[in-house]
C-alpha cells in the first residue's frame, strides 16, 4: 500500500480563505489534508500551533466556518479530509450535531485530542451512524493492552505521537520513536501513522524506512504560514515542503 | 475514589499523559489508608503547618451585624498564609513515595504556588511554578516569596496570561517529564483523581471544624460559607457535612463587576458544561465553545471552571452556590480588618460577605461558619488601589 503524507494546518489560520488557498497547495503532494480547530486553550500544542489558534480565533474564526472552508474544498479536490480538534469544541455543538455537519461538509475523519479510548463508547458509535473514521492517538508509553483498545476504536489510521512532549518542529528522530513505531506495528490492524516533532524529508523517509504508513507533518508547514501570512510566498513554500516530505515518503518506501 | 461525580470529571487528556494518571491512582490508592502515611502527614500538618487551626467566634463582627453569631475557621494562620499547604504537603508527600524528585505546580493568586515552593523546599524537590504573567504582576510579594524557597517561577504568556493558562503550561510540562516529575494540582480540578485527592487533603478543614463547632456550641452550625474558586477551600470545609441535611451549605462565586456583566468568574452560576483540564464541568466559555476570559478582583478565583464535586453538588443541590461582586467583596475585607483585626485574603471575602448578607436575616442563636481560606497582606497592593488613607 501506498505511504501516506498529512498535511496539518489549522482553520482560519490566518483567515478562511487563505486556509483554503493553503489546502489546494498542499494537496497536490498530500494524502490527507488534517485541519485543526482553533482552541483557546490548546494544552497538547507547542507555541507553534498555540499562535496559530490565536491568530485564527483573532480573526473571527468559528466552528461553523470550518465546515464552509471544507465544502469549498470539495468543490476542487477528493482529497481526504480529517479534523482535529480538543473536545470542548464538539462537546458544546453536541456531538451528532457536529459528525453530521462534518459529513455534510464532506468529511471523511476525525481527531479528538482529549477524549480518551474509555470515554469513547458513544462517540464512536455516532461516528459509525455518521459514516465519520476515527483515529485516536497512541504515546511511546501507552501499553500494548491500551494500544489495541486505540487500535479497535480507530478505523482510518492510528496516529503515533512519536515524543514524549507537545507539537512542533524537532531536530532528530529519536530511538524511542523508532521503537515505538516497530513495537506498534506489530499490534496494530490499522496503518500506523507518526506525528509529532516530523518537518523534514529525512524525518519521513527514516520513519517509512521502519514501517510507518504515512506520517503527519504540522508545526512546519504553520511556521511558514506564521511567517509568510496570507500571502502567494507562503502557498509556494507549502507546496515546496510538501513535495519534498512526499519525496522523502517515496525515498523511504523503496 | 471516584472517576466521576455523577457525570462531571472523567480523564480527558492526551494519551500521553494516561500512564501517569494511573500511576498516580495506583500509588495513592496504596497511600493513603497508609498508617506510616497518614502518621507522617499529621505530623506535618502540626508541627510544619501549623494545625490544628482555630474556630473563632467574631464577637464583634456578629455584633456589628446584628443576627446569627459568625465563627471563622482560621486557615488564614497556616503557615504560607492559606489552606492551599494542607493539600501541597499530602501530595508532595505522596511524590517522594512514588520516587518523583521533581514538583510543577500552577497557581493564581500565588499561594498554592508558595505551599509549593514550601514544601519543594522542605523534601528538597526541584520545583517550577507556573503563573500567568498578568498574576505574576499582581502578586509580587508570593512570586518574591516562592523564589526566597528556591522555586523558579516561570510566567506564562500565553492565551489570557492567568490561572487556566498556567494549568495548560504546567501539563504541557509534564507532558514531557512526568518520569521523573510530579504535577502538584492545587484545587479540586483536573482529571481523575486529583479532584479526590486534593479533597481528601483539604477535608481535614471541615473533620475539624465539626469537632470544634460542637466542642464549643453543642451543636452543628446552621450554614456553612466558602468561596469557590476552582473549589478546594469549600469541598474541604463541606465534605465533613455533607451528610448533616440540617446545615446548609453555600458556595460562594466570583461575581466580579457583575452577573449581568461579562467580566465575572461564576462558572457554577453562569457557565455551561464543558470539558477542559482534563475535566467534564461547569465553564464560562462562549457560543463556540471556546473559554471566555474571566475577571475577579481575587486572582484566586479568576478561574472559568470549576471542580466536577461541586458540579454534582449544584445539580444534586446539596450545596446552594452564591455570587459576591468585587467591590462587596471589597468592603467584607475592610469590615473585618476593623472589627476583629484580622485581614482576610480577597477570596475569603467573597465568602465573608456572603455571610455578612445572610447573617442579618438569622435569629441570634443561629450559627454561620466562614472558612477564612487565607490571609490578605498577599491582596494588599491590590486593596491599596481602591483605599486610599
Redesign the interface.
Request: hydrophobic share 35%; with cysteine.
Given at each position: 500500500m501506498d505511504k501516506k503524507l498529512v498535511s496539518f494546518i489549522v482553520a482560519g489560520d490566518p483567515n478562511p480563505e487563505a486556509t483554503l488557498k493553503f489546502m489546494k497547495a498542499l494537496s497536490k503532494h498530500s494524502d490527507i489534508i488534517e485541519l485543526g480547530i482553533p482552541f483557546s486553550d490548546p494544552m497538547a500544542d507547542g507555541e507553534t500551533i498555540q499562535m496559530a489558534d490565536i491568530r485564527a480565533l483573532n480573526n473571527g474564526m468559528k466552528v461553523s466556518k470550518v465546515f464552509d472552508i471544507i465544502r469549498e474544498f470539495r468543490k476542487y479536490s477528493s482529497t481526504p479530509i480529517v479534523v482535529m480538534t480538543y473536545y470542548n469544541p464538539v462537546f458544546n455543538m453536541g456531538l451528532e450535531r457536529f459528525l453530521k455537519e462534518l459529513k455534510e461538509s464532506g468529511g471523511n475523519g476525525l481527531i479528538v485530542v482529549d477524549l480518551p479510548v474509555e470515554d469513547s463508547e458513544e462517540y464512536l458509535s455516532h461516528c459509525k451512524k455518521y459514516g465519520i473514521d476515527t483515529i485516536f492517538l497512541a504515546a511511546p508509553n501507552t501499553s500494548e493492552d491500551r494500544i489495541k483498545k486505540i487500535d479497535n476504536a480507530s478505523s482510518m489510521f492510528i496516529y503515533l505521537v512519536s515524543l514524549y512532549g507537545t507539537t512542533g518542529v524537532r531536530g532528530e528522530v529519536s530511538n524511542l520513536a523508532i521503537d515505538f513505531l516497530k513495537r506498534t506495528k506489530k499490534l496494530c490492524k490499522n496503518p500506523v501513522y507518526v506525528g509529532f516533532g516530523i518537518s523534514k524529508k529525512e524525518h519521513a523517509k527514516r520513519f517509512i524506512e521502519n514501517g510507518a504508513d504515512g506520517v503527519v507533518v504540522g508545526s512546519a508547514y504553520v511556521k511558514i504560514i506564521e511567517e509568510y501570512g496570507d500571502s502567494e510566498e507562503t502557498i509556494k513554500k507549502l507546496e515546496e515542503k510538501a513535495r519534498k516530505l512526499k519525496e522523502g515518503i517515496l525515498e523511504g518506501s523503496k | 475514589m471516584e472517576m466521576r461525580f455523577g457525570k462531571y470529571g472523567?480523564?480527558?487528556?492526551?494519551?500521553?499523559l494516561?500512564?501517569?494518571l494511573k500511576e498516580l491512582e495506583k500509588a495513592y490508592k496504596e497511600y493513603k489508608d497508609d498508617p506510616e502515611f497518614k502518621e507522617e502527614l499529621d505530623y506535618y500538618l502540626k508541627n510544619y503547618a501549623g494545625r490544628e487551626t482555630p474556630l473563632y467566634f467574631a464577637e464583634n463582627l456578629t455584633k456589628k451585624i446584628g443576627g446569627a453569631k459568625i465563627y471563622l475557621k482560621r486557615e488564614d494562620l497556616l503557615l504560607g498564609g492559606a489552606h492551599k499547604i494542607n493539600n501541597s504537603i499530602g501530595q508532595a508527600l505522596l511524590a517522594k513515595k512514588m520516587g518523583k524528585t521533581r514538583l510543577i505546580a500552577e497557581t493564581g493568586a500565588g499561594e498554592h504556588g508558595l505551599s509549593s515552593a514550601m514544601v519543594g523546599a522542605l523534601f528538597k524537590m526541584k520545583t517550577r511554578i507556573y503563573m500567568g504573567a498578568i498574576d505574576v504582576e499582581r502578586q509580587k510579594l508570593n512570586v518574591y516569596k516562592m523564589k526566597l524557597h528556591g522555586a523558579e517561577v516561570y510566567p506564562v504568556e500565553?492565551?489570557s496570561k492567568t490561572l487556566?493558562?498556567a494549568?495548560?503550561e504546567a501539563?504541557?510540562d509534564w507532558?514531557?517529564?512526568?518520569?521523573d516529575t510530579y504535577y502538584l494540582i492545587g484545587s479540586v480540578v483536573g482529571p481523575y483523581p486529583y479532584p479526590s485527592i486534593v479533597r481528601d487533603f483539604q477535608s481535614v478543614i471541615g473533620k475539624e471544624a465539626k469537632k470544634q463547632i460542637l466542642d464549643i456550641e453543642g451543636k452543628l452550625p446552621e450554614c456553612i460559607v466558602a468561596c469557590v474558586g476552582g473549589g478546594s477551600n469549600s469541598i474541604g470545609i463541606f465534605n465533613e457535612f455533607k451528610n448533616d441535611k440540617e446545615v446548609k451549605l453555600i458556595g460562594v462565586e466570583a461575581a466580579g463587576e457583575g452577573l449581568d456583566t461579562e467580566k465575572h468568574a461564576a462558572a457554577l452560576l453562569k457557565g455551561?458544561?464543558?470539558?477542559?483540564?482534563?475535566m467534564l464541568s461547569y465553564?464560562l466559555?462562549d457560543?463556540?465553545?471556546?473559554?471566555r476570559p474571566t475577571h475577579s478582583i481575587s486572582a484566586g478565583l479568576d478561574y472559568p471552571g470549576v471542580g466536577p464535586e461541586h458540579a454534582y453538588l449544584k445539580d444534586m443541590g446539596a450545596v446552594e452556590y452564591a455570587g459576591i461582586t468585587d467591590e462587596e467583596a471589597l468592603n467584607a475585607f475592610l469590615e473585618l480588618s476593623k472589627t476583629e483585626g484580622i485581614i482576610p485574603a480577597l477570596e475569603s471575602s467573597h465568602a465573608l460577605a456572603h455571610a455578612m448578607k445572610i447573617a442579618k436575616e438569622m435569629d441570634s442563636d443561629e450559627i454561620i461558619i466562614v472558612n477564612l481560606s487565607g490571609r490578605g497582606d498577599k491582596d494588599l497592593d491590590t486593596v491599596m488601589n481602591y483605599v486610599k488613607f
Amino acid at each position: 500500500m501506498d505511504k501516506k503524507l498529512v498535511s496539518f494546518i489549522v482553520a482560519g489560520d490566518p483567515n478562511p480563505e487563505a486556509t483554503l488557498k493553503f489546502m489546494k497547495a498542499l494537496s497536490k503532494h498530500s494524502d490527507i489534508i488534517e485541519l485543526g480547530i482553533p482552541f483557546s486553550d490548546p494544552m497538547a500544542d507547542g507555541e507553534t500551533i498555540q499562535m496559530a489558534d490565536i491568530r485564527a480565533l483573532n480573526n473571527g474564526m468559528k466552528v461553523s466556518k470550518v465546515f464552509d472552508i471544507i465544502r469549498e474544498f470539495r468543490k476542487y479536490s477528493s482529497t481526504p479530509i480529517v479534523v482535529m480538534t480538543y473536545y470542548n469544541p464538539v462537546f458544546n455543538m453536541g456531538l451528532e450535531r457536529f459528525l453530521k455537519e462534518l459529513k455534510e461538509s464532506g468529511g471523511n475523519g476525525l481527531i479528538v485530542v482529549d477524549l480518551p479510548v474509555e470515554d469513547s463508547e458513544e462517540y464512536l458509535s455516532h461516528c459509525k451512524k455518521y459514516g465519520i473514521d476515527t483515529i485516536f492517538l497512541a504515546a511511546p508509553n501507552t501499553s500494548e493492552d491500551r494500544i489495541k483498545k486505540i487500535d479497535n476504536a480507530s478505523s482510518m489510521f492510528i496516529y503515533l505521537v512519536s515524543l514524549y512532549g507537545t507539537t512542533g518542529v524537532r531536530g532528530e528522530v529519536s530511538n524511542l520513536a523508532i521503537d515505538f513505531l516497530k513495537r506498534t506495528k506489530k499490534l496494530c490492524k490499522n496503518p500506523v501513522y507518526v506525528g509529532f516533532g516530523i518537518s523534514k524529508k529525512e524525518h519521513a523517509k527514516r520513519f517509512i524506512e521502519n514501517g510507518a504508513d504515512g506520517v503527519v507533518v504540522g508545526s512546519a508547514y504553520v511556521k511558514i504560514i506564521e511567517e509568510y501570512g496570507d500571502s502567494e510566498e507562503t502557498i509556494k513554500k507549502l507546496e515546496e515542503k510538501a513535495r519534498k516530505l512526499k519525496e522523502g515518503i517515496l525515498e523511504g518506501s523503496k | 475514589m471516584e472517576m466521576r461525580f455523577g457525570k462531571y470529571g472523567g480523564q480527558y487528556v492526551p494519551e500521553v499523559l494516561i500512564p501517569s494518571l494511573k500511576e498516580l491512582e495506583k500509588a495513592y490508592k496504596e497511600y493513603k489508608d497508609d498508617p506510616e502515611f497518614k502518621e507522617e502527614l499529621d505530623y506535618y500538618l502540626k508541627n510544619y503547618a501549623g494545625r490544628e487551626t482555630p474556630l473563632y467566634f467574631a464577637e464583634n463582627l456578629t455584633k456589628k451585624i446584628g443576627g446569627a453569631k459568625i465563627y471563622l475557621k482560621r486557615e488564614d494562620l497556616l503557615l504560607g498564609g492559606a489552606h492551599k499547604i494542607n493539600n501541597s504537603i499530602g501530595q508532595a508527600l505522596l511524590a517522594k513515595k512514588m520516587g518523583k524528585t521533581r514538583l510543577i505546580a500552577e497557581t493564581g493568586a500565588g499561594e498554592h504556588g508558595l505551599s509549593s515552593a514550601m514544601v519543594g523546599a522542605l523534601f528538597k524537590m526541584k520545583t517550577r511554578i507556573y503563573m500567568g504573567a498578568i498574576d505574576v504582576e499582581r502578586q509580587k510579594l508570593n512570586v518574591y516569596k516562592m523564589k526566597l524557597h528556591g522555586a523558579e517561577v516561570y510566567p506564562v504568556e500565553s492565551g489570557s496570561k492567568t490561572l487556566k493558562d498556567a494549568i495548560n503550561e504546567a501539563l504541557r510540562d509534564w507532558v514531557e517529564t512526568f518520569e521523573d516529575t510530579y504535577y502538584l494540582i492545587g484545587s479540586v480540578v483536573g482529571p481523575y483523581p486529583y479532584p479526590s485527592i486534593v479533597r481528601d487533603f483539604q477535608s481535614v478543614i471541615g473533620k475539624e471544624a465539626k469537632k470544634q463547632i460542637l466542642d464549643i456550641e453543642g451543636k452543628l452550625p446552621e450554614c456553612i460559607v466558602a468561596c469557590v474558586g476552582g473549589g478546594s477551600n469549600s469541598i474541604g470545609i463541606f465534605n465533613e457535612f455533607k451528610n448533616d441535611k440540617e446545615v446548609k451549605l453555600i458556595g460562594v462565586e466570583a461575581a466580579g463587576e457583575g452577573l449581568d456583566t461579562e467580566k465575572h468568574a461564576a462558572a457554577l452560576l453562569k457557565g455551561k458544561e464543558g470539558i477542559l483540564h482534563g475535566m467534564l464541568s461547569y465553564f464560562l466559555q462562549d457560543e463556540d465553545g471556546q473559554i471566555r476570559p474571566t475577571h475577579s478582583i481575587s486572582a484566586g478565583l479568576d478561574y472559568p471552571g470549576v471542580g466536577p464535586e461541586h458540579a454534582y453538588l449544584k445539580d444534586m443541590g446539596a450545596v446552594e452556590y452564591a455570587g459576591i461582586t468585587d467591590e462587596e467583596a471589597l468592603n467584607a475585607f475592610l469590615e473585618l480588618s476593623k472589627t476583629e483585626g484580622i485581614i482576610p485574603a480577597l477570596e475569603s471575602s467573597h465568602a465573608l460577605a456572603h455571610a455578612m448578607k445572610i447573617a442579618k436575616e438569622m435569629d441570634s442563636d443561629e450559627i454561620i461558619i466562614v472558612n477564612l481560606s487565607g490571609r490578605g497582606d498577599k491582596d494588599l497592593d491590590t486593596v491599596m488601589n481602591y483605599v486610599k488613607f
